[in-house]
Each structure stands twice: as C-alpha cells, then as structure tokens.
C-alpha cells in the first residue's frame, strides 16, 4: 500500500525551523529559566502587555480589519497593529489576508490554504510547514496594496518582528536589571528574551492556529451547517473574541465575532470604543433579523433530521408535525419581508424629507440675503 509522502523540496525549512525551535525552546528552555533563574516582576508585566498588544494586533488589525474591512480606522490604530502585528511572526498583513480570504471564499475544499478535509495537522501548522503547490501572487488585496502603511510593513515586516518583538523585550529586560536591581543584566535580557519574546509568540501564534484546526472541528454550528466553522467558547476567551467562527463564516463583514451581548469578544469591545473616540469608524453590522432568520434556519434543520428519526415509529405524528414547521417557517418569512419592506419605504420618506427640508433651507438662506442687500 502506497503512502503519502513529502518531498523534502516540498519542505518550508525557514519557517518550519522557526515554528519547531521556538516551541522547543518554550517548552524547555523557558521552564528551566522560570525554575533556576530569579526573574523580576517587569519580566512578566512585557509579557502581560505583549500578548494582548500582538494578538490583538492580529484579531482586530490582521482579521477585521484589512481582511474583512468591517470597520475603518485612523492611522494611529492602522500602524499599532501593523507593527506588533508584524511581531506574532505569521507574515505580513497583506500575505496574511490574501490567504484568510482565499480561505474564506473556498472554505473546505482544495484552494483552502488551511482545508481542514486535509487533517487537523494540515489545518493547524502543516499548511506552514510543507509547500505543496507554486506560490501564485496574490490577486485578492489590491485594495490593500494602495495602503502605504501596509506595504511599507510587508517590505520590512521581518526586521520589524525581529527587532520589536525579540530585541526589543530582551533589551529592556537587561536595562530594568542595571538600573532598578541588583541581578546580572544578561538575566534579564535572557528573561526578555525568552519570555516576552519566545513564550509570548508560541503562545500567539498557536492560539491563533487553533481557530484554522480546532474551531473547524469541535463545536457548535448554530447559523450554518454548510461549513466546518464552529463556535467555541473556550477559543473565545483564547483568542480574544475569535472563538465564534461558525458566526464569523456565515457574517464575515461584521465587525463582531460574538454577536450576543454575553458572548466573550473583547476585539469587539475594542473596536467600539475606539470609535468612541474618533479612532475607527463605519463598523459594519449584521441585522439582528438576518442573524435571527440564519438561526432559525439551521434550528428547522435540525428539527427536520430528528423527525426523520422518529419518522417510522410515528409517521403520522410526523407528517402533521412537518406542516406545522413548514407552515410556521413561511410565516416568519413572510412577516421579515413585510418588515424589510416598511423599514425601506420608512428610510424613503424619511431621505424625501430631508431632502425638502434641505431646498427649503437653500431657499430660506436666499432670502435672508436678499433682505440684507436690500437693508443694505
């Protein structure tokens, strides 16, 4: 029996030497450091800061912003994600989101970078990892491409990681040591390093693979079934909001990823108050009763493939059953469309009053100038 196997031409070997040495490193080398080595409280403050600085950078930057354009944004907040974006190590924003919206538009099927139908491993890290087809270039973010600050971090997004998100940690780590304790400074700079830095991206870059492996393969579903993508409180809280990946499938230019109140999305959280301060803008929402009809379909779903269960036992019961679904679900639909309808023609006459009361005001205006020049 033939196997599947690699070629190790087909082998990323940059990337996957950096994957494996910084998960061998995190796993080893940090433990005997936290276990020998005294460390300072400032160790892991760095690392307290730059876990939610970077994966956020990705989650709010990365994701919805540039990929999805949920929302707009002021340069400020466009150049913080950039650059500690840059520093999770998962590539450029603008490589990042051409393959998020390859994946999106051929979700579970072969021109999915990250095909879950191809083996959690793959989904994961492997499509990292090993290169099984050309690399073609990217054709889905010329709208990204007129950024300048995008392509200003895709030139020079490794030196950027590298001297953010490496160099950076270990120097303060060894600056904090001379200056405020008595500890050798390389003690600190190895903390810096190891902690803020090393740790920090494994802890990163793997909660942020998770969402392509786990979140395609246990979970709930409760807007479409039509996918792999799945709901998972727990990568929620993980990944700051991003958990909700059944939704985001179905919704994908919502700038939200938990949609109910109760639902753990601090991105979100985020994002609204920065347009409370004037920093983003034009978030995009899913009607409440687009997402409720969404949930209401795969609930009817459901229901259907449980009466087909019982169907045999209780043809009957079943059939009366089915009329009554088929009868209630037609009912919704039909008050949602009358609903559409008298929000439309309400926004109607609404931009039909606006616009009288603008001439009227022109005309008004026209008329206060033309006392004045006659009192004149």
Known sequence: MSTFRIPFERVNWITSTFLIGTFLLAVTVVPWYVIKIEQTWFQWAMFAFMVPATAMSITLGYHRLFSHLSFKAKWPVKLF???????????????????????????????????????????????????????????????????????????????????????????????????????????????????????????????????????????????????????????????????????????????????????????????WTLSKLGLTSNLRRVPDSKILLAEMGEARFRAEEKLAALNAAHPTMVDRAHVMLNELCQNIASNYAELEKAVADRVEVSRQTLLTWQAETRELARCARSIRLMQA
């Open 81 to 271: 994600t950039l650059i500690f974006g840059a520093c999770a190590f998962e590539n450029s924003c603008l490589d990042w989101s051409a393959d998020h919206r390859t994946h999106h538009k051929h979700v579970d099927h072969d021109e999915d970078p990250y095909d879950i139908s191809k083996g959690f491993f793959w989904a994961h890290i492997g499509w990292l990892m090993f290169k099984l087809r050309p690399e073609h270039p990217a054709t889905n973010v010329n709208d990204l491409r007129k950024e300048k600050l995008v392509m200003w971090q895709h030139r020079h997004v490794q030196t950027i990681a590298f001297l953010v998100g490496i160099v950076g940690p270990a120097i303060l780590g060894g600056l904090y040591n001379h200056f405020f304790t008595e500890l050798p400074v390389w003690e600190g700079a190895l903390g810096g390093f190891l902690i803020a830095g090393v740790l920090r991206v494994v802890v990163v870059q793997h909660s942020t693979f998770f969402i392509n492996s786990l979140c395609h393969t246990i979970g709930k579903r409760p807007y479409s079934t039509k996918h792999s993508a799945r709901d998972s409180i727990v990568m929620a809280f993980a990944t700051f909001g991003e958990g909700y990946h059944n939704y985001h499938h179905e919704f994908q230019h919502d700038y939200r990823n938990g949609v109910k109140p109760w639902q753990w999305d601090p991105t979100k959280w985020t994002i």
